[in-house]
């Protein structure tokens, strides 16, 4: 029976043209460098589901907001794709968001780029708390300087995530990212994945937020499947 382990996330990379992505990396940099100027952009809020409650609910980061909800904003409702809409700032990165358009989504939700360059750390933390919640999204960035990590609390294992695109299940595991010198930064689609996308995701009826996870696990378990064969080959 396939299991969820932890720490983990799933790698999108063949599901996105990374060439195109890395391609943009200038692109959106030299955007996010002349936001920093004016300061105008909202602060990351981590919630509360904090590993350590000592730890800042505001690190530092900041928001840009690609799209925007009609209605006074829920976590619960990042792919009620029905109540976003393109911000003004979706001009100002128009190139970001023609890649947008070529990923894997059927509709997209809420759409934000996360940037900071006080090289402070972003705290672990958890997005929400209800296992019954899957949101389909993709994390991913145009380089690989953000050191960002799934954590497994019982032991405090640290999986930095390699990949420039991943999903990652939110709710059973923490998340966060280390400091780091200079500007770092990364981007994060909602919404609702395309069908023959959805079709490749293995499915928890007892916890469908581990959905990412049992992903990752089931790839794993093939990779090992198809060394043993190898092996025995040889």
């Not at 300087?145 to 923490?174: C, I, R």
Request: one cysteine or more; glycine letters at 4%.
């Amino acid at each position: 029976m396939l299991e969820a382990r932890y720490p983990s996330y799933k790698n999108l990379d063949s599901y996105v043209d990374v060439e195109r992505l890395r391609a943009l990396d200038g692109y959106v940099r030299e955007r996010l460098q002349r936001r920093l100027q004016v300061a105008k952009d909202l602060a990351f809020y981590t919630g509360p589901f904090l590993l350590d409650g000592r730890d800042p609910h505001l690190p530092g980061s900041r928001l840009v907001y690609l799209a925007q909800s009609k209605r006074e904003q829920d976590y619960y409702d990042l792919d009620r794709t029905d109540l976003w809409h393109p911000t003004s700032d979706a001009e100002e990165f128009s190139e970001l968001m023609d890649f947008i358009r070529t990923l894997p989504f059927e509709a997209t939700g809420r759409m934000i780029i996360m940037y900071d360059d006080s090289g402070r750390a972003v705290s672990a933390h958890r997005d929400h708390d209800s296992t019954d919640l899957c949101h389909e999204f993709i994390w991913f960035r145009t380089n690989l300087d953000k050191p960002f990590y799934m954590l497994d609390p019982n032991s405090g294992e640290k999986l930095y995530v390699e990949s420039h695109a991943a999903w990652f299940d939110t709710v059973n595991q923490y998340h966060g990212a280390d400091g780091t010198d200079g500007l770092s930064f990364s981007i994060r689609v909602d919404g609702r994945f395309c069908a023959a996308f959805r079709r490749e995701i293995p499915i928890s009826a007892d916890n469908p937020a581990a959905a990412p996870s049992l992903w990752a696990e089931r790839d794993s378990q093939q990779l090992a499947h198809s060394d043993e064969r190898r092996s025995l080959a040889s």
